[in-house]
């Protein structure tokens, strides 16, 4: 039963049996577990991936369950690889950053056309690439290099308006009838372009449309396989390796469904570890070395139907109920290097981070001891030659070692780790796809749009979650909190925010008190109402020589905006009035002060992996705030 569908049984069933039909909703309501708008998100969170990075690896193998298969050359990874995403051009000299590349290859004696980017071959065409000229002419794509400027992601091409002409006869071939009919050629709907549009983002006065779109994947019979890698699964049946997302990608996306019996390729190669992708030098930003790893095709069932192996950014269930029994430490082992942190050890430059949740007031009854061997923790271990401070502002300068975050008593022979989780922190959904994506400033995305995103699962979730009750509560109640999403630094991300929002879902039906709790300790609340790093008026002034007060802000909105109120009022909402006839102050200024005690020394908690946040941050946007400084707390009574 949808959201409207339950509105009008509610309405039906009020009419004929009364209140205590709406009663009987309002219980039934509350006994649903509340809709998490971050779990909406992160199943739906499956983004392509070109190299380990921050949030995670990239999975699964080829070989193995849930691994992905697409049936288009090509990703909008490849434009911003190509084209690059902050500038329309491609670089200063106009050249290809990573470039399309088109050779003519002879195939069983038969010309075909090896489609590359970079030096690697995506697909091999029996026909050239074709565009359309300034004069309506097809021409054949020649020998060379290209830059691709924009794509569809789907075997074929859906820009611009399909060219539509009478045709009485669905024949494609617009035969002058009255109706109006798609033309088409060789099964392609004949368009007409926005060539504006497309010289825009190609930042050329000379972009060309290609005909038929994004290219199908095909290796041709008698195309020498043995130097590449590709795996045969033509043999599977369609409950081993299905078709999703079917509407959006006109059935070009695949999902494999079991282990393979080996990990071994055709020609008898492993597969590559994911966890090795690398499209960027580590120690540059953006644009690095270009070592694209070697693509895996595979035969998929059917009539020579083939496709590339889609490589996904992993992320894990990681819920305070069931916290990574590693905390994430084997992906950030896996996906070490070796660089220029002078360390002196190989592969101990930090790639992706630990995905251990700090213990905050929320986890901490669920945290538990982990004896794995490659368990993490968060927050580093003391440095003690302070040689290897965090610089990943600016990941050219310094990395970070893994050292810092693998503790010598963790494995089974040892104390163990703390290990936690975090409220929603669920795993995607593999059958739901590509949905959403993540910030990656190194591939400088703008292909997605954050704010977009944080409104489609607002609308999605509230419209259509059964939980109608509980979402009518967290709206009401994200209406009294002062926390914006619009004007923090992270606002451009999408996870974070959406679990500020959440902290008002996850408490619809609990006390006040867990409100307030919840939203206090909310790292974009300590930041927007400034009581991030406020310090105690002893440590100022014992230590630093100063007289200076904690920030008095929070302290101050706390109890305007979210308790008490300005105004003493009778329970009927009127002011309570003096003997004066003026209203009665619920506060003043010495309850500020005292308030204001109350939120000195908190900070934000370690960034970690597992979740979309601010990428170059080494703090956290999504875990609740911590104290982080005992001499700057203000114990005295309050």
Not at 210 to 216: D, H, L, Q, V
Not at 221 to 236: I, M
Not at 596 to 606: D, E, L, P, Q, V
Request: negative net charge; glycine residues 8%; hydrophobic residues 30%.
């Amino acid at each position: 039963m949808n959201s409207m569908d339950e509105i009008n049984a509610l309405e039906s069933s009020i009419a004929s049996s009364g209140q205590k039909a709406l009663a009987l909703w309002i219980q039934n309501q509350q006994s649903l577990t509340p809709s998490s708008h971050r779990a909406f998100f992160r199943q739906r969170l499956s983004p392509r991936a070109v190299e380990s990075y921050i949030y995670g690896i990239p999975g699964p193998k080829a070989c193995m369950n849930n691994a992905r298969f697409r049936r288009f050359a090509f990703t909008y990874k490849d434009v911003e690889m190509s084209r690059s995403a902050n500038t329309h051009v491609a670089d200063s000299t106009g050249m290809p950053l990573t470039p399309m590349k088109i050779e003519t290859v002879d195939v069983a004696g038969v010309n075909h056309y090896a489609i590359k980017f970079g030096d690697q071959v995506r697909t091999v065409l029996p026909n050239p690439l074709q565009y359309e000229d300034m004069y309506g002419s097809t021409v054949s794509l020649p020998d060379g290099s290209y830059t691709i400027c924009n794509l569809d992601e789907f075997v074929g091409d859906n820009s611009g308006n399909v060219l539509e002409e009478g045709g009485g006869v669905a024949d494609g071939k617009g035969d002058g009838a009255t109706a109006t009919e798609n033309i088409k050629n060789s099964g392609q709907q004949v368009r007409d372009y926005d060539r504006n549009a497309c010289n825009e983002k190609c930042g050329s006065s000379d972009a060309k449309f290609i005909r038929g779109g994004n290219p199908e994947v095909i290796l041709p019979e008698g195309f020498d396989t043995t130097t590449l890698s590709w795996v045969d699964l033509s043999s599977l049946t369609s409950t081993e390796i299905v078709n999703i997302n079917s509407e959006r990608t006109h059935d070009a996306s695949w999902l494999l469904q079991k282990d393979l019996d080996t990990c071994l390729d055709a020609n008898g190669d492993e597969f590559p570890d994911p966890a090795g992708l690398a499209y960027t030098d580590l120690f540059s930003y953006g644009r690095g070395k270009y070592n694209l790893d070697k693509p895996i095709f595979a035969k998929l069932p059917g009539v020579s139907k083939w496709a590339l192996h889609d490589f996904r950014t992993q992320f894990k269930a990681n819920t305070p109920e069931n916290p990574l029994e590693d905390g994430g430490g084997t992906a950030m082992k896996a996906a070490a290097r070796s660089g220029d942190n002078d360390d002196g050890n190989p592969n101990t430059d930090l790639v992706v981070r630990c995905s251990n949740v700090p213990r905050n007031i929320f986890n901490e009854g669920q945290c538990r001891i982990s004896y794995h061997e490659d368990a993490c923790q968060s927050t580093p271990l003391p440095d003690p030659n302070d040689s290897y401070r965090i610089k990943m502002n600016d990941p050219g300068t310094s990395l970070e070692t893994t050292w810092k975050y693998l503790p010598s008593y963790a494995g089974p022979d040892n104390g163990g780790v703390v290990v936690c989780g975090s409220d929603n922190e669920v795993a995607p959904i593999p059958t739901e796809d590509d949905h959403f994506d993540v910030t990656n400033r190194k591939m400088e995305s703008n292909s997605i749009d954050a704010f977009a995103q944080k409104s489609n699962v607002w609308v999605e979730v509230v419209l259509g979650a059964q939980d109608q009750l509980c979402q009518r509560l967290a709206f009401g109640l994200s209406k009294i909190f002062a926390t914006s999403t619009e004007t923090n630094t992270d606002s451009g991300n999408s996870e974070t925010n959406i679990a500020v929002y959440d902290n008002f879902v996850n408490s619809c039906f609990s006390t006040y008190k867990e409100v307030v709790t919840r939203a206090s300790f909310n790292q974009e609340m300590a930041e927007q109402l400034t009581f991030i790093h406020s310090k105690a008026v002893h440590l100022e002034w014992h230590i630093r020589g100063k007289l200076a007060w904690p920030d008095e802000n929070y302290g101050r909105e706390n109890l305007q905006l979210h308790n008490i109120g300005l105004v003493k009022l009778h329970d009927d909402g009127t002011p309570v009035l003096n003997q004066y006839g003026r209203k009665e102050a619920n506060y003043d200024q010495k309850h500020i002060f005292e308030a204001s005690k109350i939120w000195t020394s908190f900070g934000a908690s370690r960034r970690r992996a597992n979740y979309e946040d601010l990428d170059r941050a080494t703090t956290s946007y999504l875990d609740p705030i911590q104290i982080n400084e005992v001499r700057g707390r203000d114990w005295l009574p309050k």
